[in-house]
């Protein structure tokens, strides 16, 4: 896989509740008012059609979704957003920051659902174009903390309970042992502010961010 040479991916994965969507968008809010031109797009989604592919993935009234369907439509979806919007900014030199990429298909669709893992490397590097983030946070909490924080009503991949979670976890931490120079384990219990403050300091410690 490949890195853009011009703008900054930086994506944020973790198990459901684990708090990264909100890192994220802190990441964002620093970044922009630092002066540096920012964008942050969610998986699935972030395109109109990809944003209709999530309606489907996520409905509780699609619960006859096959697993195979779940991870090529997953994958589409991403790969509309990356030709759409990721790497076009990225080639304009932006950062881009993403709310789950291509570890969270590992980790739902091969962790939690089965399907084989090394197929799905390769389906990842065909809807990517082998794009790779420059970094990943892992936002690492257990299950049993996810679902205490939880307050929303549950979508039909979440339904899968605690034990979907502790096997998408195992894989994530799996991933992140793997991959050590670009996947970074945060440890969820942390305050808000201070794994946000660590998140800083990753980025500039690797001069990820110009």
């Not at 779940?70 to 076009?88: C, F, K, Y």
């Not at 420059?134 to 939880?150: G, M, Q, S, W």
């Amino acid at each position: 896989m490949s890195i853009s040479p011009k703008g900054s991916f930086i994506t944020f994965e973790g198990i459901d509740g684990c708090g990264k969507s909100t890192q994220a968008k802190l990441l964002l809010d620093y970044l922009n008012d630092k002066g540096t031109s920012t964008i942050l797009v969610r998986e699935p989604g972030g395109t109109r059609i990809s944003e209709e592919i999530r309606q489907v993935l996520l409905s509780t009234d699609r619960r006859e979704l096959t697993h195979r369907t779940e991870a090529l439509l997953m994958t589409a979806s991403r790969a509309q957003l990356t030709d759409e919007i990721i790497i076009p900014n990225l080639e304009a030199g932006k950062i881009v920051i993403a709310d789950r990429y291509i570890d969270s298909t590992v980790a739902y669709q091969g962790g939690g659902r089965g399907i084989d893992i090394a197929w799905l490397h390769e389906l990842n590097q065909f809807t990517t174009d082998k794009l790779l983030p420059n970094i990943t946070f892992f936002v690492d909490i257990l299950p049993e903390e996810a679902a205490r924080r939880k307050q929303t009503e549950s979508d039909r991949i979440e339904e899968g309970g605690m034990d979907l979670q502790s096997r998408v976890r195992e894989v994530y931490m799996s991933l992140a042992e793997k991959a050590p120079n670009r996947i970074v384990v945060m440890n969820g219990y942390e305050s808000t502010e201070a794994i946000h403050q660590k998140i800083i300091e990753e980025i500039n410690r690797r001069n990820i961010v110009a």
